[in-house]
């Protein structure tokens, strides 16, 4: 079965993309708010434009190898998403479960927030439905992004 790609924007502008078995599944999964940001957990999703793809080769029955990207590409990768979140985050530091709560509890303005905290911390916001995800590259945020 083939599958529609879009590209999509929550109501915090979070991109992200939703496969779909046809734009008639898109429009019934949005109205009954079924589809989430990965990274907010927002339902007020929309559809963005997204490039034309055009299949003009033959169609192989071969399935193509997966190229891997090179370690200069995934390090590439790696820091153009740690500057994403350096640039449309705030840094709470220790502060972060706190912060994460009074934001859950409409204590505090709701915004994107990057911080430390421990795993057993971690683990009770999870249980208090507070989504948190820990990030591989934390330590490349306190530093310059060059």
Known sequence: MALKVFDLRCANDHPFEGWFASENDFETQSERRLIECPLCASTDVRRTP?????????????????VMPTPHQLQ????????????????????????????HYKEAPERGIRGVTTRE??????????????????SLLKEPLQ
């Open 76 to 103: 590439a990768a790696l820091l153009k998403l740690a500057r994403e979140i350096a640039a449309n985050t705030e840094d709470v530091g220790e502060r972060f479960a706190e912060e994460a709560r009074r934001i």
């Open 50 to 66: 997204s490039a034309a793809r055009l299949n003009l080769g033959t169609r192989s029955e071969e399935p193509q190898q997966a």
């Open 121 to 138: 911390e971690a683990a009770a916001l999870e249980e208090e439905g507070i989504h948190v995800m820990p990030l591989p590259f934390g």
